[in-house]
C-alpha cells in the first residue's frame, strides 16, 4: 500500500481542529514526507497531503515515521 492511500483524508471540521492547534486525538500522517505528527506540532503541511490515522501504531505499520519536531503523536 502507498502511503498516500493509508489512512484517510481529512475532513472539513478536523481540518479547522489542526490549524487552531486543538486536541483531536488522531495522528496526521504526511504523504510526502512519510511522517507522522501530533496535535500541536510546528509543521504546516498542506491539507492535500494529510492522512488521517487512528493511532502512531498504524502510522508506523503504514511505513511513516515519527516527527523529528513533534515525536509523532499519542501512543
Partial sequence: ???SEAGR???DAEW????AKRSTGLVWAVATTGIHC???CGGR?????LRVMPSRAAAEAAGFRAC???GGGPE
Fill in 1 to 3: 500500500m502507498k502511503r
Fill in 9 to 11: 483524508a481529512v475532513s
Fill in 16 to 19: 479547522a481542529d489542526l490549524q
Fill in 38 to 40: 501530533r496535535d500541536g
Fill in 45 to 49: 503541511p498542506l491539507r492535500k497531503n
Fill in 68 to 70: 523529528l519536531r513533534c
